[in-house]
């Protein structure tokens, strides 16, 4: 199974029955490169220190001291962060306990890194005749293996694991969406009322083509019956719907639009 084939099943437990076959290595991986990039950049910045010693003028020195402080701040809470995660992830057997912001920080660090490697490459490429000291020429090099790094750690594993913490995060909302259906009369009414049941069902595989086709026809028809349904709700009843379904800027969409959202939502976890 791919990745994104895992958003079909909404059972915590269930997913988590693939960590060791399908999605511990990605965990594995994204560990191993944080701490990676985390002593590249120590790394970098030990080298930026001794340089500036080295210089004359120590106003460059105290500069430099506090936006490197911050970045090595901001890059060993981020790894903390992901690892805490990590541990809670399991604690709790379930991936929806990953840290989704410290990834994001690595896909937006990528994104950076990517582009400052363009530039560094076509700027050396207009200077080729330029001496470089040996401190000059350690500094290029640890910059781009770390602009590389940082991009392809995230594409090749922090990826993936974003992937794998948003397939846990969509079934944990899908089993809290039964939860709430199971314990909230009103709000299960409503579901019976437009004749959604959002319980898994086993469908026959011996159905021959023509009989597919049919129950194509059918659900076809079975939605546009039930977005017609929801259009001719309330807007206070459409919008309490849309806020146990944890949608976000449901009062700004047209009732069309929600209506539809709802119908997808409550037919993706069937």
Request: glycine share 4%; net charge positive.
């Amino acid at each position: 199974m791919k990745l994104n084939d895992f958003y079909k099943i909404h059972d915590e437990n269930k997913l988590w029955g693939y960590e060791k076959s399908k999605f511990r290595n990605f965990i594995i991986g994204s560990c191993s490169v944080i701490a990676l990039l985390l002593c590249l950049i120590l790394a970098q910045k030990g080298i930026e220190l001794y340089s500036y010693l080295k210089k004359p003028d120590s106003r460059a020195l105290i500069s430099w001291i506090p936006f490197s402080l911050l970045i090595i701040g901001l890059h060993t809470y981020v790894s903390i962060t992901f690892y805490l995660g990590v541990t809670k992830s399991y604690k709790h057997k379930s991936f929806a306990n990953l840290s989704g912001g410290s990834m994001l920080f690595y896909g937006f660090m990528a994104f950076i890194c990517a582009i400052e490697l363009i530039f560094t490459l076509s700027s050396r490429l207009n200077k080729s005749n330029t001496e470089l000291s040996a401190m000059d020429i350690t500094t290029l090099v640890l910059n781009i293996v770390i602009n590389l790094s940082f991009f392809v750690s995230y594409w090749a594993v922090i990826r993936p694991t974003r992937t794998i913490y948003s397939i846990f995060v969509n079934a944990k909302k899908m089993t809290e969406l039964n939860q709430l259906l199971t314990n909230n009369t009103e709000m299960s009414n409503m579901f019976n009322m437009m004749g959604m049941n959002i319980q898994p069902k086993e469908e026959n595989s011996t159905n021959t083509n023509e009989e597919k086709a049919q129950i194509i026809d059918t659900k076809n028809e079975a939605r546009k019956a039930n977005v017609d349904k929801l259009l001719n709700l309330p807007n206070n009843q459409l919008f309490k719907i849309a806020q146990h379904l944890s949608i976000s800027g449901y009062d700004k969409m047209s009732k069309e639009e929600l209506a539809n959202l709802i119908v997808d939502i409550t037919e993706k976890s069937k």
